[in-house]
């Protein structure tokens, strides 16, 4: 896969222009810092009495190439600024070459000019002088971007632009000895990150690759590119190529269209719903294989999306993906998209309640059930009575809105809110109790990280020491909805750790919240002094603190001013 094509790569490439600044930063040093130390070398050639014939001729052919080089040169405008030295020395040398005698005025701005432009620098040809302005001429001599990035886009001309390229180490090779000669660039200059992330985007390789490499950055990112291997398992199971080919670029296709928020449960039509593909569908593999193929896809994409991106919550793009897979292979994949607190109807589908069942198998006795005071018996009684629920179509069953009661207990409201705030502590709930597709997919789909539970849990913890040292001043409330989602990812990892890997993984937490910032083990010290508390056997009150308040439990949605924006950070 490749996040987007060579000839994609090559147009943005194109679009890079000179920098404004960087190219003025380059006029200045290397046109007319030396400008300036030849008039202050000639003003200091002057000394006391009359200056003769011969420096009054270098003056005059001073000011004629002033004349020139500010017309030619025209980025650099400090030149111009009257009150700059370089203007007053060019001042004081027209009224001298004009035979007039220099007002007093002019003459103490000379002075100081001079007097500070060598104590500043040393006068021009002393070993300090010399130093800087080569250490300003190696700068200045560094190719710049857009030269480099046109570099680039001849060697990836060659391509094939309507693909990615497998490799990408040759067209960001540094310049080479027949490229210096041919574009004036220096042999070796490496090519900026920059521009090496432009071409990057082309590789084509695996998804564990791309994500190894940096090139998916993000489960957002991530989302992105896995329609097109959807789109291939998807298109497998025909056995006709032309079909496939066209299955293939439906899917595509499909997936490319506007999304959309509905009201009331409702969704947008879905690929498998299409009239002209439920006509060809009677030509698809019945076979076992087509199955295992759609499983293993969604084991590959779901191990990739938890061990890349632990602690962050899946994209919806991404859930929808998953369950395509998960109808594909038949596995009874429950996956829970997340909802918008402005326009939650205050109920749920009834997969919540069958995925927050599947939780209760995986998690019941554990850290995280303890944690956030979970009855995972109620859960299973309400799974049981919607299975048995004969509910007419389109109606939800009475244990779906049960299972919306029961959050919104949990959350402490009596149900749909007219503030997002509201809606918002009810969806975390929902969340809560679900995981959020972490319990489906390590329990239905058998996803085992490569690293390992506990490696992913310390990851989290890490991301969530990060977020919270954004919180300078008082937190953003996105912010801290982020670092309750991470930390809610971590005590997931944590539960599903062997007991003594989990007491590593909290030792390990413990010696590494000692190292950060004060701002951060200030705002993390009541959700620590929780989770000790519910690792030692203790539990939460009602109102989610313990301890006296010392320990609280740590969400993100709140309605009354967070917990976290009130805690005293030490100056």
């Given at each position: 896969?490749?996040?987007?094509?060579?000839?994609?790569?090559?147009?943005?490439?194109?679009?890079?222009?000179?920098?404004?600044?960087?190219?003025?930063?380059?006029?200045?040093?290397?046109?007319?810092?030396?400008?300036?130390?030849?008039?202050?070398?000639?003003?200091?050639?002057?000394?006391?009495?009359?200056?003769?014939?011969?420096?009054?001729?270098?003056?005059?052919?001073?000011?004629?190439?002033?004349?020139?080089?500010?017309?030619?040169?025209?980025?650099?405008?400090?030149?111009?600024?009257?009150?700059?030295?370089?203007?007053?020395?060019?001042?004081?040398?027209?009224?001298?070459?004009?035979?007039?005698?220099?007002?007093?005025?002019?003459?103490?701005?000379?002075?100081?000019?001079?007097?500070?432009?060598?104590?500043?620098?040393?006068?021009?040809?002393?070993?300090?002088?010399?130093?800087?302005?080569?250490?300003?001429?190696?700068?200045?001599?560094?190719?710049?971007?857009?030269?480099l990035a046109a570099l680039v886009l001849r060697r990836i001309s060659r391509l094939?632009?309507?693909?990615?390229?497998?490799?990408?180490?040759?067209?960001?090779?540094?310049?080479?000895?027949?490229?210096?000669?041919?574009?004036?660039?220096?042999?070796?200059?490496?090519?900026?990150?920059?521009?090496?992330?432009?071409?990057?985007?082309?590789?084509?390789?695996?998804?564990?690759?791309?994500?190894?490499?940096?090139?998916?950055?993000?489960?957002?990112?991530?989302?992105?590119?896995?329609?097109?291997?959807?789109?291939?398992?998807?298109?497998?199971?025909?056995?006709?190529?032309?079909?496939?080919?066209?299955?293939?670029?439906?899917?595509?296709?499909?997936?490319?269209?506007?999304?959309?928020?509905?009201?009331?449960?409702?969704?947008?039509?879905?690929?498998?719903?299409?009239?002209?593909?439920?006509?060809?569908?009677?030509?698809?593999?019945?076979?076992?294989?087509?199955?295992?193929?759609?499983?293993?896809?969604?084991?590959?994409?779901?191990?990739?999306?938890?061990?890349?991106?632990?602690?962050?919550?899946?994209?919806?793009?991404?859930?929808?993906?998953?369950?395509?897979?998960?109808?594909?292979?038949?596995?009874?994949?429950?996956?829970?998209?997340?909802?918008?607190?402005?326009?939650?109807?205050?109920?749920?589908?009834?997969?919540?309640?069958?995925?927050?069942?599947?939780?209760?198998?995986?998690?019941?006795?554990s850290l995280y059930e303890r944690y956030y005071g979970i009855d995972y018996a109620?859960?299973?009684?309400?799974?049981?009575?919607?299975?048995?629920?004969?509910?007419?179509?389109?109606?939800?069953?009475?244990?779906?809105?049960?299972?919306?009661?029961?959050?919104?207990?949990?959350?402490?409201?009596?149900?749909?809110?007219?503030?997002?705030?509201?809606?918002?502590?009810?969806?975390?709930?929902?969340?809560?109790?679900?995981?959020?597709?972490?319990?489906?997919?390590?329990?239905?789909?058998?996803?085992?990280?490569?690293?390992?539970?506990?490696?992913?849990?310390?990851?989290?913890?890490?991301?969530?020491?990060?977020?919270?040292?954004?919180?300078?001043?008082?937190?953003?409330?996105?912010?801290?909805?982020?670092?309750?989602?991470?930390?809610?990812?971590?005590?997931?990892?944590?539960?599903?750790?062997?007991?003594?890997?989990?007491?590593?993984?909290?030792?390990?937490?413990?010696?590494?919240?000692?190292?950060?910032?004060?701002?951060?083990?200030?705002?993390?010290?009541?959700?620590?002094?929780g989770l000790r508390l519910v690792e030692a056997g203790g539990s939460f009150g009602?109102?989610?603190?313990?301890?006296?308040?010392?320990?609280?439990?740590?969400?993100?949605?709140?309605?009354?001013?967070?917990?976290?924006?009130?805690?005293?950070?030490?100056?």
């Amino acid at each position: 896969m490749h996040r987007r094509t060579v000839g994609e790569a090559g147009v943005a490439l194109a679009r890079r222009r000179p920098h404004a600044a960087v190219e003025t930063q380059r006029e200045a040093l290397t046109v007319w810092a030396p400008f300036e130390d030849e008039l202050l070398a000639h003003r200091l050639e002057a000394g006391p009495g009359t200056p003769g014939p011969r420096w009054q001729a270098d003056g005059a052919a001073l000011l004629a190439r002033y004349g020139s080089l500010a017309a030619a040169h025209t980025r650099c405008t400090k030149h111009l600024d009257p009150k700059s030295n370089a203007a007053i020395l060019r001042r004081a040398l027209e009224e001298e070459l004009a035979g007039r005698v220099l007002a007093p005025r002019l003459a103490g701005l000379l002075r100081v000019a001079v007097t500070s432009m060598v104590a500043k620098r040393g006068a021009p040809g002393s070993p300090g002088h010399t130093r800087l302005r080569r250490i300003q001429a190696d700068q200045a001599a560094l190719p710049s971007h857009h030269a480099l990035a046109a570099l680039v886009l001849r060697r990836i001309s060659r391509l094939d632009q309507g693909s990615g390229t497998a490799d990408v180490d040759v067209p960001l090779a540094p310049v080479s000895e027949g490229e210096a000669l041919e574009t004036g660039l220096p042999v070796g200059a490496a090519v900026p990150p920059a521009i090496g992330n432009t071409v990057r985007a082309a590789l084509s390789a695996p998804l564990e690759e791309l994500v190894a490499r940096g090139v998916v950055p993000s489960a957002e990112v991530l989302a992105e590119l896995v329609p097109h291997l959807v789109a291939v398992v998807t298109a497998d199971q025909y056995a006709d190529e032309p079909l496939r080919n066209l299955m293939a670029g439906t899917y595509r296709a499909f997936r490319s269209r506007r999304s959309l928020l509905l009201l009331n449960l409702q969704h947008q039509v879905r690929i498998e719903e299409l009239p002209w593909l439920r006509a060809v569908s009677a030509h698809r593999n019945a076979d076992a294989g087509a199955h295992e193929q759609a499983e293993e896809a969604l084991r590959r994409l779901g191990e990739l999306a938890v061990s890349a991106f632990p602690a962050t919550v899946l994209p919806n793009p991404l859930v929808r993906e998953l369950s395509q897979l998960g109808r594909q292979a038949e596995l009874g994949t429950p996956f829970v998209e997340e909802l918008a607190a402005d326009i939650f109807m205050g109920t749920f589908s009834p997969k919540f309640l069958v995925a927050a069942r599947i939780a209760a198998d995986l998690l019941e006795g554990s850290l995280y059930e303890r944690y956030y005071g979970i009855d995972y018996a109620r859960l299973r009684r309400m799974a049981v009575a919607q299975a048995a629920d004969t509910a007419p179509r389109g109606r939800p069953p009475h244990s779906a809105q049960e299972f919306a009661e029961l959050c919104a207990e949990r959350a402490g409201t009596n149900g749909l809110s007219r503030r997002p705030a509201g809606n918002g502590t009810v969806i975390e709930q929902a969340q809560i109790l679900t995981t959020h597709n972490l319990a489906t997919l390590a329990h239905r789909v058998r996803v085992a990280p490569p690293a390992g539970w506990a490696a992913l849990a310390r990851d989290c913890f890490d991301t969530v020491c990060r977020l919270v040292n954004r919180m300078a001043g008082k937190p953003m409330l996105s912010t801290i909805k982020d670092t309750a989602y991470a930390w809610r990812q971590m005590l997931f990892h944590l539960s599903l750790c062997e007991e003594a890997e989990r007491e590593a993984v909290l030792a390990w937490i413990e010696a590494d919240i000692a190292r950060r910032p004060p701002l951060v083990r200030a705002r993390l010290a009541p959700a620590l002094a929780g989770l000790r508390l519910v690792e030692a056997g203790g539990s939460f009150g009602a109102d989610g603190t313990g301890e006296g308040g010392r320990a609280r439990r740590l969400l993100g949605w709140s309605t009354d001013g967070h917990w976290m924006r009130a805690v005293e950070v030490p100056k």
